[in-house]
């Protein structure tokens, strides 16, 4: 199977403010044709990084494809170190002048001698029509080396690839494809979920396995690549299945939802409600399940609960309990729970108690002590936590034990 | 002035899914030091491509730095390639196995054996301590190359550049200054801005001008080069000045902080408080007013009633006013403000309700029309606004206003 690299070319793309997406499009768009992406770089408007770059590409890479840098102005340099690195020289190819010409004049602007420029093309190279500019794009073969050169502005970019590079990509890819699947986990940590399905994946080349700590879950991302989806997905349900049943319950998510997600499916197929009683996560987890459309039909409210006196008052919990065990504690979350809950008329209430920091910690109650409580029907219960990280962090990792703690309360 | 190349190491880096962000802010923090970056690279977890990136890399720029592959599992393989390039040795530090092994006793987790490979280091590299996570970071040196190892996640590696880094790559740096300047700036879209900045800023080359439209808010970014810091200020202070001249009170920021934090510091400095009460926004407001570290000081308390009875219940909005006016209206966002207000004894009560969508729209009431209700000790007042996007954005652009509105108040 061919492997592909990006090669973006633009000094805005080298300041902190900018970054380059059409890679990503790219890579969608190369692995949907079983080619998979080995390397991406970003140089700017510079001669001799941009030769270096594209020289240790071609030498490592079947097919190399670099966007932008084929304007008119002074600094746009592609097509001339493209042209010295392929050693050919540049010719002028008067029906593509006549085509620029023609674009400006539909136009009604006069075209600057500049914009010839980009008339010149290197010998032997296959032209690229662009319907929305003035830069034709480039194939160059050398050997079994491909070259595409395209165009930086993606509304030029992708029909650019679609129409022309997708139809000459597709005999080089053969007949592999690339199928993917993502399993999203809760309640373990990266090296905690590798050392468990290490010695399954390790056994694997194809698929391939990534594992990744995204913020607060641990995503991981199976590859296959075989002749046609049906095999790819084969492949992938053997080794998945082994991973779903070493994770069991802590796989929360088999196709990409987000937790918030889940727990929304869950309330909506049992036709239960749910109310939030937040205090250190300041309203995150009432912002994260509303975040799914159609959550009116199951969140009915949330309080944030900051002061004691607000407990008190909102969610009933009484005073002398806040004075006795602290307003983080295990009876206070629960006692939130229990109070959304009655108040709201829900079936479920969870309430959340901690110290997210940076001030407020003690030796005794550390910054990052969260209580959890979640009430039901029948019984009312808590988990207590201790969270690493800044504030930001331990008020996300909060919000996430708390979903997933309603989430597990569905597999009881 | 030196320049300096990143190399973003990691799979998931690869997929059409994710984006090498850390770049940008490393992009930054290096600019700031006057150090350029000219090339940035993104590699998988892929020991000849990484092995073959870092030997270009060193030998094309002065400083190399990477990001990522330092965690403990199998797939990453940045401390073993790195040591191969460098030809030594990676050798087990016990202080650093140590450290590992007291954070996770602090943690109460079990340690698996994956860990102790986060503390095996080059010889005479200078490991670079990680206050929040397991994997240390590296400093090589090789007659003038310097190769800087750091972790990938953003909230490990941005520290360590900032405490221990930068101190090292400052002296390298030499005698050009670069500082920047950020304004953002609420209640004015991106073309608006530049059409009333663009007369000023295209006057000078340096500083350079760079407007950014930041998810809900319009960020301006001001760079000069000087061979002093006073220098490259007074640079800053003509052209910043001007532009503040012309935007006035639209500028809510100066120095890069946040709305939350300028709206904490406006209620600080006046010992105000607030309350919210939200319907559409779902928490969103509270959870960005509670970000702030110290937030419990002014922020007593919020709700999100979604339902009508919620309201009613929740925030004492009397049921005909909603039959009446519909819950999406200026007078319901207006009790609601003063229904919070009421309840939580607090300076300020706001209030926000709208129509996120996808769903719930009426030619009457489209999607993204959302009311934003303020209420003070002797005034009640609202402001409506028809917001674009999806629902995320909708939300985010409500709770911007929202605050926004908040902090105007200040001005009268």
Request: charged share 25%; glycine share 8%; hydrophobic share 40%.
């Amino acid at each position: 199977m061919p492997h592909a690299e990006i090669i973006a070319i633009g000094s805005e793309l080298l300041t902190p403010f900018r970054s380059d997406t059409n890679s990503l499009w790219l890579t969608a768009e190369l692995n949907a044709l079983g080619i998979a992406v080995r390397r991406k770089t970003v140089v700017g408007d510079d001669e001799p990084f941009l030769e270096e770059t594209l020289r240790d590409a071609l030498r490592n890479s079947p097919i190399v494809i670099t966007t932008g840098g084929l304007g008119p102005t002074e600094d746009d340099i592609t097509r001339k170190v493209v042209a010295r690195v392929m050693q050919r020289p540049l010719v002028l190819q008067p029906d593509i002048l006549d085509r620029i010409r023609h674009q400006f004049e539909i136009r009604g602007l006069p075209m600057s001698p500049n914009n010839e420029r980009q008339a010149l093309v290197p010998r032997d190279a296959t032209p690229l029509s662009n319907d929305y500019g003035t830069a034709p794009g480039l194939i160059l073969r050398e050997g079994d080396r491909q070259l595409i050169v395209l165009p930086g502005p993606p509304r030029e970019m992708r029909p650019m690839f679609t129409q022309q590079v997708r139809l000459h990509l597709e005999p080089l890819a053969g007949h592999v494809r690339l199928r993917t699947r993502t399993l999203r986990v809760a309640g373990m940590g990266e090296s905690q979920v590798d050392s468990l399905i290490a010695p399954i994946y390790t056994r694997y080349t194809n698929p391939t396995t990534t594992i990744l700590f995204n913020n607060t879950e641990v995503e991981l991302h199976f590859t296959a690549k075989a002749p046609s989806d049906d095999e790819a997905d084969t492949l992938l349900d053997e080794l998945v299945g082994q991973v779903e049943d070493v994770l069991g319950a802590n796989v929360f998510s088999h196709r990409g939802e987000t937790l918030e997600q889940i727990v929304g499916l869950r309330l909506t197929v049992k036709g239960y409600t749910i109310a939030t009683a937040e205090s250190c996560t300041g309203g995150l987890v009432a912002k994260r399940l509303t975040d799914v459309p159609g959550s009116s039909q199951y969140f009915l409210e949330g309080v944030v609960a900051y002061s004691n006196a607000a407990k008190t008052r909102l969610l009933d919990v009484p005073a002398e309990l806040i004075s006795e065990h602290g307003a983080v504690s295990a009876e206070v979350a629960e006692a939130m729970a229990a109070g959304v809950k009655a108040r709201a008329g829900t079936t479920i209430g969870v309430g959340i108690t901690g110290i997210a920091g940076p001030d407020g910690g003690t030796d005794e109650k550390p910054v990052g002590l969260v209580y959890v409580g979640i009430a039901g029907d029948f019984v009312v219960t808590h988990r207590k936590f201790i969270l690493p990280g800044d504030r930001d962090r331990i008020r996300h990792l909060a919000s996430q034990v708390a979903l997933d703690l309603v989430r597990r309360t569905f597999l009881l």
